[in-house]
Nanobody, 122 residues
């Protein structure tokens, strides 16, 4: 079993940035793809970004590309999502998830954190 804990969410104004962290309990952290997803009220959970176990495969959603950067530090068992130029449309609960394959659909991921709230408002 893998426990994931997100942190770093908060309230920011449009145009500002934020860095989210995803801390994992497993010593096998480098074997898991870490995906970032978000869910806004009344909407389905959607893919944001992913990074494979050793960082060789990185993917972004269209909305994230160019603004968000996903990374990981396997020595710290932690993954990150750095977000810049945030917009009100980015407001959502952000989740990190761990899975065995670098895919964008939620069903490929076996373990999920509880999420961290990101609110972008003026």
């Amino acid at each position: 079993q893998v426990q994931l804990t997100e942190s770093g969410g908060g309230l920011v104004q449009p145009g500002e940035g934020l860095r989210l962290s995803c801390a994992a309990s497993t010593r096998a952290f480098n074997t898991y793809t870490i995906g970032w997803f978000r869910q806004a009220p009344g909407k389905e959970r959607e893919f944001v970004a992913l990074i494979s176990g050793r960082g060789g495969n990185i993917q972004y959603s269209d909305s994230a590309k160019g603004r968000f950067t996903v990374s990981r530090d396997n020595s710290k068992n932690t993954a990150y999502l750095k977000m810049k130029n945030l917009e009100t449309e980015d407001t959502a609960v952000y989740y990190c998830a761990a899975g065995g394959i670098a895919k964008t659909e939620t069903h490929w991921y076996d373990y999920w954190g509880r999420g961290t709230q990101v609110t972008v408002s003026s």
